[in-house]
C-alpha cells in the first residue's frame, strides 16, 4: 500500500467524526433549550389543543415549568441514565358546558403536577408514574336525559394509552349532582396532621342530600392512591348517615383502578331493609328497625363482580339475625343467595312483610302505607317493580317464635326463590299447635297485578294447643287436619284475598272436646254453671268436618258439622275477605236432656275488626260461642284446612269424612269453579 492511499482514507473519517460532533452539540443545543426554554410561551399552544380535543374551554392561567428529574425506572437497568421529565402547571380551569347548574367551571385546579416516563412515547404509550394535585375543585353533573360534563367530544379511538400509575391530593372538593340518581352532595377533602394520621393520609367531610333524605358524613384514607400495584392496600374509613338509614366502614382496597380486592367491616342500620334498595340495587323486604355488622368482601369481574357478606350478625326489630349473602353480577340479573337464622324470633317482626304492622311502624320505615282503621287485612301493596331487578335464592330459619299466647306457632322454615320476578316460597313452614302447617306459595309480579297460586296443608294441630288462651278447651283431645288450594289476582294481601278463589277443607275426627264448650255452643245456661260449679267433662267426638267454597272471595259454608255423643252443631252462612264481612248462623241440635235450653240459632255477623254475636249479648253463654264461631273463621284459622282421616271410621260422620278425602282445588288466577254446595 502506497503512501497516496492514506488521503482517501483521512476523508470518510474526518466527516464521521465531524458529524459525531455535530450531533454532540445539536443533542447539547437541545438540551440547552429545554433547560433554558420559557414553557410559558407554550400555553397558548397547549390550551388550543386541549380545548379542541375536549370541545371546552381550557386554560392554564398560572406558571407552566418543566423541570428534569433522575430515573425512577429499576436501577439495574440502562435506562436509569434516561432523565424524566416532570411538568408543573398552576390555576387550571376547564370550563361547564352551558347547561350546567354547577358554576362555570367543570374543574379548578390550583397545581397540577406530573412525571413522564419518556421511553413508553415510543410505543404510543403516556405511563405517568405519579400525577399530584393540589387544591383541586370538581363539579360533576348530570342531566335528566343523561348527558353529563364528564364526557367529551371523541374524534374515534386513540393510538395513545395513558396509564396512570398514582394518584396524590392535598386538599379540595368534590360535586356531584345527578337528578337521576336523585344526587345532591359535596365532599370537602383535607390532609390529616401527621399526629392524626393512624396511616390514613387525608380526611374527608361529605353533605348534601340523596332522594330528598338528608346525607352527612366523614372519613379518612390513604394519603396516595396506587391504581396499579395490586399488592399495596389502599386503607379507608367512613361513617355516612342518609336519611335514617346508617353505614360505616374500615378496611382496605387493593388496585383500586379495578376493585380487584376489597375487604371491609361494614355495619348497615336504618329503619328498614327496603329503604337500602335505591343505594345498592338488591331487593330487601320491609322490616322493622335494624343493625347488622359483618365483613364484606368484594371483587369486581367482566359481568360485575361477586360481593359477599360474611358472618354477619345483628337485630331487626326485637329479633336476632346472622347469616351470609353473597351478591353475584350477571346477565340477565344479578343473583343474591345464601341463608339466614334467627333463633329467637318475634313473630310481630315479621308483620311488615306484608304491610301488617302499626300505622306508627309504617311511618318510621317511611316506605308503608297506612292501613285503615277499620279494615284488618293488610292494604299496603307490594313493590313488584323492584322484582324483575334481580334473582335471589335465600333460606330462612326461624328457630324459637317468641309470639302472643293466643297464637301457637312455634317454628318457622322458609326457602326464597325469586326468578324472572316470579316470588316462590317453596316451602313456607311453621310449627303450629304441636303440628305441622305447610305452604307452597307463588306470586308471578311479572304482570301489572301479582297472579298468586297457594296451597295450604295443616296437619296435626292439637286443639287445646291451638285455643291455649281459652281455659276451656285445655282439657279438650283431639288434633284438626286440613288442605286449602286458593288462587288469586292483586297487589296486597287484602286484594289478592278479595280475589280469591278455591276450597277449604277440614277435620276433625277419633277426638274428645270440652263439654262446656257444647254446653256454650248450646246456649243451656243451666248445664253451663253447672260445669262452672262442678267441673268440666269430655264427651266423644265423633267428627268436626268443614267445607268451604271459595268465589271471589267469599267464603261459601257448602259443609260445616261437629257431631258428638251429645249435640250436633251446623254452621252455615258465609265470610266475605272483600267486605270483611261475616254472615254466619249456628245451629245447635241437643241429642239430650237440658236443663235449660234458648233453642234459639247464634248469629254471627258485622265486620272482621268489629263482629257481632246474636241472640243476646246478656246471655253468659254467648262470650264462649263467639270465641268458638270467630276462633275457627278468623283470617289465620281459615287458612287451617284439614285432612286426616281413619278408614275404619264408623259413625253417622261417615258421608262428611268420605267428602273431606277429596282434595281442594283452585282455578288459574283470576279463574272461578262452578263449584256445587255439599249440605
Not at 346 to 370: C, E, H, T, Y
Request: proline share 6%; net charge positive; aromatic share 6%.
Amino acid at each position: 500500500m502506497t503512501a497516496s492511499t492514506f488521503p482517501s482514507l483521512r476523508r470518510p473519517v474526518r466527516w464521521l467524526l465531524w458529524s459525531i460532533a455535530a450531533l454532540i452539540a445539536l443533542i447539547a443545543l437541545c438540551v440547552a433549550l429545554l433547560l433554558t426554554f420559557d414553557w410559558n410561551r407554550a400555553k397558548p399552544w397547549l390550551n388550543q389543543r386541549v380545548s379542541e380535543a375536549t370541545g371546552r374551554n381550557f386554560a392554564i392561567r398560572g406558571d407552566l415549568v418543566l423541570t428534569w428529574q433522575k430515573s425512577q425506572a429499576d436501577l439495574d437497568s440502562w435506562r436509569r441514565w434516561v432523565p424524566w421529565p416532570r411538568l408543573s402547571a398552576k390555576d387550571i380551569v376547564l370550563d361547564n358546558p352551558d347547561w350546567a347548574k354547577t358554576g362555570p367551571h367543570m374543574a379548578e385546579i390550583g397545581q397540577l403536577t406530573f412525571s413522564l416516563s419518556p421511553l413508553p412515547l415510543l410505543a404510543h404509550r403516556i405511563v405517568i408514574p405519579s400525577l399530584e394535585l393540589d387544591t383541586p375543585s370538581i363539579a360533576l353533573e348530570r342531566k335528566p336525559d343523561g348527558d353529563n360534563n364528564w364526557t367529551f367530544k371523541s374524534s374515534g379511538p386513540s393510538a395513545w394509552q395513558l396509564e396512570l400509575q398514582k394518584l396524590a391530593l392535598a386538599k379540595g372538593t368534590v360535586r356531584l349532582l345527578d337528578p337521576i340518581s336523585k344526587l345532591n352532595i359535596k365532599a370537602d377533602i383535607d390532609s390529616l396532621p401527621a399526629a392524626s394520621a393512624e396511616g390514613y393520609g387525608i380526611g374527608w367531610k361529605v353533605g348534601g342530600t340523596f332522594n330528598k333524605a338528608a346525607v352527612s358524613g366523614s372519613g379518612k384514607a390513604g394519603a396516595v392512591l396506587s391504581l396499579q400495584n395490586s399488592t399495596t392496600p389502599y386503607p379507608l374509613q367512613a361513617s355516612v348517615n342518609i336519611g335514617k338509614t346508617a353505614i360505616a366502614i374500615q378496611g382496605t382496597l387493593t388496585k383500586p383502578s379495578d376493585l380487584a380486592a376489597l375487604d371491609l367491616r361494614l355495619k348497615l342500620s336504618g329503619a328498614s331493609m327496603s329503604n337500602l334498595y335505591p343505594l345498592t340495587g338488591i331487593v330487601l323486604p320491609a322490616t322493622p328497625p335494624f343493625a347488622t355488622e359483618g365483613r364484606l368482601i368484594g371483587k369486581l369481574n367482566s359481568a360485575g363482580g361477586d360481593w359477599t357478606y360474611d358472618k354477619f350478625s345483628g337485630r331487626v326489630g326485637s329479633s336476632d339475625l346472622s347469616g351470609t349473602l353473597e351478591y353475584i353480577a350477571q346477565k340477565p340479573r344479578s343473583l343474591l343467595k345464601g341463608s339466614l337464622l334467627s333463633n329467637q324470633l318475634k313473630l310481630q317482626d315479621l308483620a311488615p312483610l306484608i304491610g301488617a304492622d302499626s300505622n306508627a311502624s309504617k311511618a318510621n320505615r317511611g316506605d308503608g302505607v297506612a292501613q285503615p282503621s277499620n279494615k284488618v287485612l293488610p292494604v299496603e301493596q307490594f313493590d313488584t317493580a323492584r322484582w324483575g331487578s334481580i334473582d335471589a335464592d335465600v333460606k330462612f330459619t326461624g328457630r324459637k317464635i317468641i309470639r302472643d299466647k293466643d297464637l301457637p306457632i312455634q317454628d318457622l322454615v322458609a326457602d326464597l326463590h325469586l326468578k324472572d320476578s316470579v316470588l316462590s316460597l317453596t316451602p313456607l313452614n311453621f310449627g303450629v299447635a304441636g303440628g305441622n302447617l305447610v305452604s307452597n306459595i307463588k306470586l308471578d309480579g311479572s304482570n301489572k297485578l301479582i297472579k298468586a297460586e297457594m296451597k295450604i296443608s295443616a296437619r296435626h294441630l292439637k286443639i287445646k294447643q291451638l285455643f291455649p288462651t281459652l281455659a276451656s278447651a285445655q282439657a279438650s283431645l283431639g288434633e284438626i287436619n286440613g288442605d286449602a288450594s286458593l288462587s288469586a289476582v292483586g297487589n296486597s294481601v287484602a286484594s289478592l284475598l278479595a280475589s280469591s278463589n278455591g276450597e277449604l277443607k277440614t277435620l276433625i275426627n277419633q277426638g274428645t272436646i270440652s263439654k262446656f264448650l257444647l254446653e256454650a255452643a248450646g246456649l243451656n245456661i243451666g248445664n253451663v254453671v253447672i260445669s262452672k260449679l262442678f267441673g268440666d267433662k269430655q264427651v266423644k267426638l265423633n267428627c268436626l268436618a268443614s267445607d268451604f267454597a271459595v268465589t271471589n272471595g267469599v267464603m261459601d259454608a257448602r259443609t260445616f258439622v261437629m257431631d258428638t255423643d251429645d249435640a250436633i252443631i251446623n254452621v252455615e252462612g258465609q265470610v266475605n275477605l272483600a267486605q270483611e264481612s261475616l254472615a254466619l248462623t249456628i245451629n245447635p241440635k241437643t241429642k239430650g236432656l237440658r236443663i235449660f235450653s234458648l233453642r234459639s240459632p247464634l248469629h254471627v255477623t258485622g265486620s272482621f275488626k268489629n263482629p257481632d254475636v246474636g241472640v243476646d249479648k246478656g246471655v253468659l253463654a254467648l262470650k264462649a260461642g263467639g270465641a268458638i264461631a270467630l276462633g275457627v273463621l278468623a283470617p289465620v284459622a281459615a287458612v287451617l284446612p284439614l285432612i286426616n282421616i281413619s278408614p275404619d271410621q264408623q259413625s253417622d260422620c261417615a258421608g262428611l269424612l268420605a267428602l273431606a278425602k277429596e282434595k281442594p282445588v283452585a282455578p288459574p288466577p283470576g279463574k272461578t269453579l262452578r263449584l256445587k254446595k255439599t249440605h
